[in-house]
T-cell receptor, first 113, second 114 residues
Framework: GDSVTQMEGPVTLSEEAFLTINCTYT??????LFWYVQYPGEGLQLLLK?????DKGSNKGFEATYRKETTSFHLEKGSVQVSDSAVYFC????????????FGTGTSLTVIP | DGGITQSPKYLFRKEGQNVTLSCEQN?????MYWYRQDPGQGLRLIYY???????QKGDIAEGYSVSREKKESFPLTVTSAQKNPTAFYLC?????????????FGQGTRLTVV
């Protein structure tokens, strides 16, 4: 079945470091891909999305490119800030199964000054 | 502003009690979902509903029940049959079938058994 696999954390970086969080997926057809962010004690917020192959989603300095050939959607940011500390979830939505959502297990990021 | 509202934010339950978590949305979304999140873990699907008066079990439905009498509302009852209910519960909604788009989430309810 469909699934999402993302790199395990926790990840700790210094401020202004480069961030990559890997995400790969298994799915039939043409799912849409998402990155969500969760700050402590809160719900999930959409960070960025891509709906077809080669699309690049971007927001707040974060980027991810929908790579169908490698079934990947890696999250990157060139220079992280302390305020980026949160848990990041990769997800896909599968139209073939009535828009069922599949989430990765989440990657905790801590940015230290 | 449109969005999803979960209440209460914190809920305490005694052993053997049923409790109901509220989820209301004014986004005119057809589909609604309940997820459970345990510390340091991902999201697990409890129940989902694509239309009013219809819902399906997710991966961990045992010990939970839901209803979908109105489009805007999808309450979750945690019954006494749920042996380990302490967790963070998240409600979400999407436009629904054939209109795939992102999910919108509520702020969550933290349930603690005392």
């Amino acid at each position: 079945g469909d699934s999402v696999t993302q790199m395990e954390g926790p990840v700790t970086l210094s401020e202004e470091a480069f961030l990559t969080i890997n995400c790969t997926y298994t799915a039939t057809g043409y799912p849409s891909l998402f990155w969500y962010v969760q700050y402590p004690g809160e719900g999930l917020q959409l960070l960025l999305k891509a709906t077809k192959a080669d699309d690049k989603g971007s927001n707040k300095g974060f980027e991810a490119t929908y790579r169908k050939e490698t079934t990947s959607f890696h999250l990157e940011k060139g220079s992280v800030q302390v305020s980026d500390s949160a848990v990041y979830f990769c997800a896909l939505i599968q139209p073939a199964t009535g828009n069922q959502f599949y989430f990765g297990t989440g990657t905790s990021l801590t940015v230290i000054p | 502003d449109g969005g999803i509202t979960q209440s209460p934010k914190y809920l305490f339950r005694k052993e053997g009690q049923n409790v109901t978590l509220s989820c209301e949305q004014n986004l005119n979304h057809d589909a609604m979902y309940w997820y459970r999140q345990d510390p340091g873990q991902g999201l697990r699907l409890i129940y989902y509903s694509q239309i009013v008066n219809d819902f399906q079990k997710g991966d961990i439905a045992e010990g939970y029940s839901v209803s979908r009498e109105k489009k805007e509302s999808f309450p979750l009852t945690v019954t006494s049959a749920q042996k380990n209910p302490t967790a963070f519960y998240l409600c979400a909604s999407t436009l629904g079938e054939d209109r795939g788009t992102e999910a919108f989430f509520g702020q969550g309810t933290r349930l603690t058994v005392v």
